[in-house]
């Protein structure tokens, strides 16, 4: 008798089916279009940090991601991307960018203060977004 008794539980979770993505979701919602729209704005290349133009006090915030970055990816590089808006005036979309370019040239150089050599760590510029922003990238 005693027997009989252990067996029951055993034989009635031996009968269910095991967990399957339904049973947690059964309706599993898809992507918000606000995260749609963010990776396609970045075409896929997430930032790992954004820095807005006369931002004083970045180092210790940059510091902290990138030790997260080569924590996971030790032989990481670095690109400092600066970016503007489109205007559709050649002339004022340069002295924009050219506007970026010492603070990018300082965030590059903190990078490399962190420790990261600095033929792993590239710059550049270019027109895009909608909003002036200095943009870190791992590679």
């Given at each position: 008798m005693r027997r009989a008794l252990f067996l029951l539980p055993a034989l009635a979770l031996a009968s269910c089916a095991?967990?399957?993505?339904?049973?947690?979701?059964?309706?599993?919602?898809?992507?918000?279009?606000?995260?749609?729209?963010?990776?396609?704005?970045?075409?896929?290349r997430i930032p790992l940090v954004s820095i807005l133009p006369d931002t004083r006090d970045f180092q210790a915030p940059l510091k902290s991601a990138v030790k997260q970055a080569?924590?996971?990816?030790?032989?990481?590089?670095?690109?400092?991307?600066?970016?503007?808006?489109?205007?559709?005036?050649?002339?004022?979309?340069?002295?924009?960018?050219?506007?970026?370019?010492?603070?990018?040239?300082?965030?590059a150089k903190s990078i490399i203060a962190d420790g990261v050599p600095a033929t792993r760590v590239s710059s550049g510029a270019k027109t895009a977004g909608l909003d002036a922003v200095i943009l870190v990238y791992v590679k």
């Amino acid at each position: 008798m005693r027997r009989a008794l252990f067996l029951l539980p055993a034989l009635a979770l031996a009968s269910c089916a095991p967990l399957g993505r339904q049973t947690f979701a059964p309706n599993p919602v898809g992507a918000d279009t606000q995260s749609i729209a963010a990776a396609d704005a970045f075409k896929n290349r997430i930032p790992l940090v954004s820095i807005l133009p006369d931002t004083r006090d970045f180092q210790a915030p940059l510091k902290s991601a990138v030790k997260q970055a080569l924590a996971i990816k030790p032989d990481a590089s670095f690109e400092v991307m600066a970016e503007a808006p489109a205007t559709g005036n050649p002339d004022a979309d340069a002295k924009t960018l050219a506007g970026l370019a010492p603070q990018a040239k300082a965030i590059a150089k903190s990078i490399i203060a962190d420790g990261v050599p600095a033929t792993r760590v590239s710059s550049g510029a270019k027109t895009a977004g909608l909003d002036a922003v200095i943009l870190v990238y791992v590679k």
